[in-house]
Nanobody
Framework: QVQLVESGGGLVQAEDSLRLSCAAS????????MGWFRQAPGQEREFVAA????????RYADSVKGRFTISRDNVKNTVSLQMNSLKPEDTAVYYC?????????????????WGQGTQVTVSS
């Protein structure tokens, strides 16, 4: 079993940066692909970014490509999301999640474990 805890959210202004971190428990972190999702009020949870088990493959949602960077550290059991040039439409609760299958990493129902989420609010 994997437990995930996000941190790093907050209130920022447009064009600012934030770095989200997700700490994972358990010895099998490196066997999971990791993803970041977000959910705004009244909207469905949407894919943001994913990284494969060893970090060799990465994919992003079109809406964040070029602004967000996902990375992982399999020694520290962490996955991070560097968010630059933030926009008000990036406002949401951000979740990290773990899946055994990277090829379907854009689908939230493929993820087995979820963190509790961290709020990101971007003011204009």
């Amino acid at each position: 079993q994997v437990q995930l805890v996000e941190s790093g959210g907050g209130l920022v202004q447009a064009e600012d940066s934030l770095r989200l971190s997700c700490a994972a428990s358990g010895r099998t972190f490196s066997s999971y692909a990791m993803g970041w999702f977000r959910q705004a009020p009244g909207q469905e949870r949407e894919f943001v970014a994913a990284i494969s088990q060893r970090g060799g493959s990465i994919r992003y949602a079109d809406s964040v490509k070029g602004r967000f960077t996902i990375s992982r550290d399999n020694v520290k059991n962490t996955v991070s999301l560097q968010m630059n040039s933030l926009k008000p439409e990036d406002t949401a609760v951000y979740y990290c999640a773990a899946t055994e299958t990277y090829y379907s990493a854009t689908f939230p129902n493929r993820y087995k474990y979820w963190g509790q989420g961290t709020q990101v609010t971007v003011s204009s």
